[in-house]
């Protein structure tokens, strides 16, 4: 299995550009946020077609955790159950001292860089022979019914383990309708898979999104991290979803954070009616 995985494409020379002034409108706000973060982070390209199944898997296993967790609970998935290697040679984001980078990793790297599972096994497997191989990602039980109702459902429906037929065969629509209506698989986790996956112009609303553009005034939506994809999704112009997604996540694990968001030193600032509240 490789060690590493390469870190998110960017494009753009990043450069310190802080926000000037208040802006009273919330899309003219977000359209801000979009242009100063690009400028300041770069703007993270798509890097390609990945196996559906295998980021959604990967999604699942990163749902209420951390992304290390995930990779390590899938690296013990296929451990158990290897498929024969495909070859794939894509590298994990490293640290100075080697350790794995938790800024720079996106699950959805771990696709381009780590073996597959054996799925017909994997499918084959009872809710807690499952949960035992996954319980270093949280809520073992939980996810394993995830997973192996995503598997069964696939496997019905076009008899091998390929989610790119599964969408092919009913419509992008249609298919993530079937998709959520299984247990434990939300909008979140089926918006994860699309971007990453098949390059989809969305931006899934994670913790991070949820939080950041709450914070920012852009919409104010409580818990509710449905309704937040549900409004910005109309508010972001077209082409820059997928950047806005990737640099909210890096903003949020190094600024604007859960528990102590750096307001002071923020190039945010100035736009955002949370400063020195959050
Ligand atoms: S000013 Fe504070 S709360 Fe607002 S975006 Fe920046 S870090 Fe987050």
Redesign the pocket.
């Known amino acids: 299995m490789p060690a590493r995985l390469t870190k998110l494409k960017r494009t753009g020379t990043p450069r310190k550009v802080a926000a000037r002034a208040a802006v009273a409108d919330p899309r003219k706000r977000l359209l801000r946020v979009i242009a100063l973060l690009e400028a300041n982070l770069g703007t993270p390209v798509w890097d390609g077609p990945k196996d559906a199944l295998e980021v959604l898997v990967l999604t699942i296993l990163s749902q209420n955790t951390t992304d290390p967790n995930a990779l390590r609970a899938y690296q013990n998935l296929v451990s158990a159950l290897p498929a024969p290697p495909t070859g794939k040679s894509a590298a994990l984001p490293r640290d100075a001292d080697g350790n794995l980078d938790k800024v720079r990793l996106r699950l959805s790297d771990a696709a381009r860089a780590v073996e597959a599972p054996d799925w017909a096994r994997v499918a084959g497997l009872g809710p807690d022979e499952l949960a035992g191989l996954i319980r270093a990602a949280g809520l073992p039980q939980s996810k394993a019914g995830s997973i192996l109702a995503a598997l069964h459902w696939l496997y019905g429906l076009t008899g091998h383990y390929r989610l790119e037929t599964a969408i092919e065969k009913l419509g992008l629509e249609a298919a993530l309708a079937a998709l959520t209506a299984l247990k434990g698989i939300g909008v979140k986790t089926i918006s994860v898979t699309l971007i990453e996956a098949l390059g989809a112009d969305l931006c899934p609303v994670d913790t991070h999104v949820h939080r ?1 553009v709450n ?2 005034g852009i919409v104010d939506t409580g818990a509710n991290r449905d309704r937040t994809f549900a409004l910005l999704k109309p508010m972001i112009p077209a082409g820059r979803a997928y950047a806005l997604h990737h640099n909210l996540l890096t903003f949020g694990r190094t ?2 954070t859960a528990r102590a ?3 002071g030193n ?1 190039v ?2 100035k736009l ?1 009616p ?2 020195d509240k ?1």
Do not use: E, G, N, Q
Request: glycine share 0%; hydrophobic share 40%; charged share 20%.
């Open positions: 950041i914070r920012l600024v604007c968001p750096a307001c923020c945010l600032r955002c949370s400063r959050a």
